[in-house]
């Protein structure tokens, strides 16, 4: 839908690429299915991606960028995305860990602002924690104007820094090393079996 969401946005919250927990922080699972249903209006916070980042500041605003974006640390968080987006904004220098002490910052590298037809994605150069700030803030954009926010990290955290704006939040079923879903994690070694909740039929047990 094209209108604003009445009452505010709704934040997709994919812990499955937490940056502060381990991933990569440039997954593209929730991206592609938003792309794919070509969604509007949808705000993506952010995907780590470093020969993107430097080459939207080669060509700077208002210029259209080509090429694969994302999911090029491994095949656990998604596969590269093919872009014709345009450079909307561009911003460089540090941001703060936290809305509530902002004298701690964070070092994200060029962040290059791309708009892939109805999608806004905030690409950093370097992985950037963006779980406890509003980064549009700090590029001078309003992201009360997204009818969905798509953030990677703790959906708590996010609740705290949106809890003005927002209309509600939802943990996405995602792909990824800190999926808070253990059971999508993979095969696990050295784990004596059977073990909750690994092993279906298996009950929760303390010893």
């Known amino acids: 839908k094209k209108a604003q969401t009445e009452g505010g946005f709704y934040g997709f919250c994919d812990e499955a690429d937490d940056p502060m927990g381990g991933g990569p922080g440039d997954g593209t699972y929730i991206l592609k299915k938003l792309m794919d ?20 500041y080669k060509i700077g605003i208002g210029g259209i960028i080509s090429g694969k974006l994302g999911a090029k640390k491994d095949h656990l968080h998604g596969e590269p995305v093919e872009i014709k987006a345009e450079v909307v904004a561009l911003n460089e220098g540090r941001i703060p860990f936290t809305s509530w002490n ?56 996010y609740q705290l820094v949106y809890k003005d704006i927002a209309a509600g939040f939802m943990t996405i079923d995602s792909i ?13 070694k050295n784990v004596r079996h059977p073990i909750y909740p690994i092993d279906k039929n298996t009950e929760l047990r303390y010893e």
């Open 176 to 188: 990824g090393i800190t999926n808070p879903d253990v059971t999508k994690l993979g095969n696990f």
């Open 102 to 157: 902002e004298e701690d910052t964070q070092n994200p590298g060029k962040i290059a602002v791309l708009r892939q037809d109805g999608i806004t994605i905030v690409v950093t150069e370097y992985k950037t924690c963006t779980e406890m700030i509003d980064i549009f803030k700090y590029l001078d954009m309003d992201s009360s104007k997204f009818n969905i926010l798509v953030m990677k990290g703790l959906g708590e955290s």
């Open 37 to 56: 249903l070509r969604a509007d209006n949808v705000g993506i916070v952010t995907i780590h991606d470093p020969e993107i980042a430097v080459k939207a």
